[in-house]
């Protein structure tokens, strides 16, 4: 089979391309050039292209850089910083998964004739007696990647390899070693990639929005603090700000970012029953039918699922109802629905 | 066809481990990033490489050896181009003699600094450096006089202009823009990347009253890693490294013997055989571009519009394809083309020549460039008319078709 791998330059997309291969696999090897401006490791400095290419060398295979940065731009970078703008917690690694590895990637691929792609991502995809495939946890639940993926469908799912997902890190770096290869020690990449360490998110958003000071009121609405940025808050955050000492932990539980203004209570404001999705995306292609059993909801990339319900409203809404009180989930982030080690779909908290 | 050494059309690639079995032919058409080795030149360069070394600057018989070899490069190069032995300073390439041209002008006599909007970012990227602007050129990508003449100041300290652009393989009028300066901004100096215009025009022609010309070696069948600025006597001039003293004070470092031998046999062997190599491979280039117009009628030859260009470049833009997947496609089937320059990381920028043509990103994003050389055979053009027209239509979707490899001559 014809298989074009995305290649970051890190270790897991190097063991997959090696894995691919090994099996009699047609493989080229493709890196995406995503971000033109700093950063530290991410996926498209030209030090990981390099290391991507050195790789393809040593495996002998073609390898290729596609620039995506303009659809990087609008559909991550963009995003991003509106949502800050917005009050909203935005998600880049899945935006950058659903628009351009998973679309933009797949339709290049398909374009120039490989119709299945295949990433290094700890996740695997299983396929159910009737054909249906799912995306499943990875082997190894400290690296599973399968929240960030929730937003393949069976088109995409059908067209996708995940060669390390049956593999615990250390498995993946045991076998690079093996294979001499050169990523088999290089670090883990951290956090999204086009925010520095050393500028930080401050810094990156300090030169696209016009930060905004902001009031911090009580659940009475009296002034209790203030914030230099309101767009840097998230519901959830107790430090920073500038609240006097002592008495219960207060935690930010709604910024509202047209009035510039930041409410804070007890941790039981920040509990909730239920939380709205919005730009539900259904792994089957479709809601999946009344009176299940309670499935786990996970609402952060590294949360620990909670036990819900879920009710869809249409196609692309849903209602999640937690089966115990929860922590609010912030507008924005990402909330991926389970059954069992399965992701059956998630949307975006509205 | 005659010109091409044995074995240099019939080589097939490399075969590589997992792509399969067929072994590909390979055509060659990006002679403007860079050109294959001149046997002259290798000949040239063998003894360099083997038992002859030397520093050319050292007091003793290896050393002069080397200098003998120096200077008689120095008298080939001088002799090709037109200018004094006395006047080439040998450099590392295209892009160190376009910047020691830009800032050792600039470092020498501060003032400001023009360059056309389509030169190669050796010269636009020291331009921007020392706070220079750009001239406009009009839709054929031809360097606009008028507001060349609107952008001179009686305090010019450089214009640079290339000879004929990289990208597009448009010639610049070079010759109008020397007089305009001479006219309006007399103490100014003219600079012309020939880099892509000396395998093809005749140099002593083409940099008639210029200052400073950068040429480069390997685009013309020399080794990669050497070129030259010829610079004028009285040129205001500052090295950009500073060491040694070599090449009167104006480059530092040891020489790159090997280098300036191959550089400038290449370049007596591209003089010699200019004319012929110009109508054949002319003849060659036309070919092409009538058979892929005719072919894919949507396409858009790039420039020219009655401007004179080089003979080796084609560049096209082709409506509804992705450059980076056009080129993908063809390189799987063997056949070496360009989308424009590439940056270090191989990814594909947009164009600013593009751009400056008055040419769109959408129009942009699905540009050719076919690049043709000393090299080039009719073989060459017809497996690219036999590839280009099925990748393209294999990227609209018109057909579930690939380009299919062509048979491997046998050896």
């Known amino acids: 089979m014809r298989v074009l791998v995305a290649m970051s330059g890190g270790v897991d997309s190097s063991v997959a391309a090696a894995r691919l291969i090994a099996a009699g696999h047609d493989v080229v090897g493709v890196t995406m050039k995503l971000w033109g401006g700093e950063s530290d490791t991410g996926c498209c400095s030209v030090s990981d292209v390099d290391d991507a290419r050195r790789v393809a060398q040593q495996l002998g295979i073609a390898h290729h850089t596609w620039t995506f940065s303009e659809d990087f731009d609008r559909h991550v970078v963009d995003p991003y910083v509106d949502a800050h703008r917005r009050g909203a917690t935005p998600n880049p690694c899945i935006e950058c998964n659903r628009h351009l590895k998973f679309d933009r990637l797949l339709r290049r691929a398909q374009a120039v004739g490989y119709a299945t792609v295949a990433t290094g991502h700890h996740a695997r995809i299983v396929t159910h007696a009737d054909g249906t495939r799912r995306l499943a946890r990875g082997a190894d639940a400290a690296k599973d990647q399968s929240y960030v993926l929730y937003v393949l469908r069976q088109a995409e799912l059908s067209r996708t390899l995940l060669p390390v997902g049956e593999l615990t890190k250390a498995e993946v770096r045991a076998e690079a070693e093996t294979l001499g290869l050169r990523t088999a020690r290089k670090p883990d990449s951290q956090d999204v990639c086009f925010i520095t360490s050393g500028r930080g998110r401050r810094g990156f958003l300090g030169g696209r929005i016009d930060f905004r000071a902001g009031r911090v009121v009580d659940e009475a609405g009296r002034d209790v603090g203030s914030v230099d940025a309101v767009e840097l808050v998230t519901v959830g955050q107790r430090r920073g700000l500038g609240l006097p000492g002592g008495g219960a932990p207060r935690y930010v539980v709604d910024v509202d970012a047209p009035s510039a203004t930041v409410r804070v209570g007890p941790e039981r404001d920040l509990l909730c029953e239920q939380v709205a999705l919005e730009r539900v995306v259904w792994s089957a292609d479709r809601p999946p039918g009344a009176s299940r059993a309670p499935i786990a909801a996970q609402c952060s990339a590294h949360g620990s699922p909670r036990s819900a319900r879920i009710e869809p409203v249409g196609n692309d809404r849903a209602l999640v109802r937690f089966e115990r009180w929860e922590r609010r989930v912030a507008r924005g982030q990402s909330v991926v629905l389970y059954e069992g080690d399965e992701v059956i779909g998630g949307g975006v908290a509205a | ?411």
């Open chain 2, 1 to 411: 066809m005659g010109v091409a050494p044995a074995g240099c059309e019939t080589d097939p690639v490399p075969e590589r481990p997992h792509r399969g079995d067929q072994p590909t032919r390979l055509t060659y058409l990006d002679h403007a990033a860079t050109t294959p080795l001149r046997p002259a030149a290798r000949d040239a360069m063998l003894p360099w490489l083997g038992e002859r070394f030397g520093n050319p600057s050292g007091d003793h018989r290896v050393a002069r050896a080397a200098r003998q070899a120096v200077d008689e490069a120095r008298d080939g190069v001088a002799d090709v181009v037109g200018c004094r032995p006395g006047d080439v300073v040998f450099t590392s390439g295209g892009t160190e003699a376009d910047n020691m041209a830009v800032r050792g002008v600039h470092a020498a006599r501060p003032g400001p600094v023009l360059c056309s909007a389509i030169e190669h970012d050796a010269v636009r990227n020291p331009v921007a450096l020392v706070g220079g602007t750009t001239v406009a050129v009009d839709t054929r990508g031809v360097l606009d006089l008028d507001a060349l003449d609107a952008a001179l100041t009686p305090d010019l300290t450089l214009l640079a202009l290339m000879s004929a652009n990289n990208e597009v393989g448009v010639v610049q009028p070079v010759a109008e823009a020397v007089e305009l300066v001479r006219r309006r901004a007399p103490a100014a100096a003219v600079h012309t990347d020939a880099v892509q215009a000396a395998g093809w025009l005749d140099l002593r022609a083409t940099i008639a009253g210029v200052d400073l010309v950068a040429v480069s070696s390997h685009k013309v069948g020399g080794p990669q890693g050497v070129g030259a600025l010829i610079a004028r006597p009285g040129t205001p001039l500052r090295p950009l490294l500073l060491g040694g003293g070599q090449e009167r004070e104006l480059r530092s470092g040891t020489h790159n013997v090997a280098g300036i031998v191959g550089m400038a046999a290449a370049l007596r062997a591209a003089a010699a055989e200019r004319n012929a190599q110009r109508s054949r491979v002319g003849a060659l280039r036309d070919r092409l571009a009538e058979g892929l117009l005719a072919a894919i009628p949507d396409a858009v030859r790039t420039g020219g519009g009655g401007a004179p260009r080089l003979p080796g470049t084609l560049h096209l833009c082709i409506p509804g394809v992705e450059s980076e997947a056009l080129l993908f496609l063809l390189d799987e089937v063997g056949v070496c083309a360009s989308a424009a320059s590439a940056c270090a990381s191989g990814a594909h920028q947009a164009s600013h020549v593009l751009a400056a043509m008055g040419i769109g990103p959408e129009v942009g994003a699905g540009a050719l460039r076919l690049s043709l050389g000393w090299t080039s055979t009719d073989a060459d053009v017809d497996h690219a008319l036999r590839v280009i027209p099925a990748a393209v239509d294999l990227l609209r979707g018109a057909e579930d078709r690939r380009p299919e490899p062509a048979e491997a001559p046998r050896a």
